[in-house]
């Protein structure tokens, strides 16, 4: 199994990033995928969506500015990240779930990847 993020860098506050993951090794489309940020020490839930693409769930936080989509013909999980604050700062992490849907729980996933800086500030 890979999971390989792109997309991450610097944007001012305001502003618009897309973090893309790519997924190889599983039956994509058999999994709920999320999107995981750190910063610095707890790892935190962003977005989850199941395997057919509905069931999307959303920190609060993010709720209204972040969306979390997936294309399940080339094996892709996209999350959209628009009005950008200071503290959305973090590594960001894609991780495949063990079930169909996505969860809270950490413990839920049992692939990451290597994780992408994304870093708002003027």
């Known amino acids: 199994v890979q999971l390989v993020e792109s997309g991450g860098g610097l944007a001012q506050p305001g502003g618009s990033l897309r973090l893309s993951c790519a997924a190889s090794?599983?039956?994509?489309?058999?999994?709920?995928m999320a999107w995981y940020r750190q910063a610095p020490a707890k790892r935190d839930l962003v977005a989850s969506i199941?395997?057919?693409?509905?069931?999307?769930d959303y920190a609060d936080s993010v709720k209204g500015r972040f969306t979390i989509s997936r294309d399940n013909a080339k094996n892709t999980v996209t999350l959209q990240m628009n009005s950008l604050k200071p503290e959305d700062t973090a590594v960001y992490y894609c991780?495949?779930?063990?079930?169909?849907?996505?969860?809270?729980?950490?413990?839920?996933?049992?692939?990451w990847g290597q994780g992408i800086q994304v870093t708002v500030s003027s």
């Open positions: 199941g395997n057919d693409g509905n069931r999307v």
């Open positions: 991780a495949k779930s063990k079930w169909i849907f996505g969860t809270s729980f950490v413990d839920s996933y049992d692939y």
């Open positions: 090794g599983f039956e994509f489309e058999r999994y709920g």
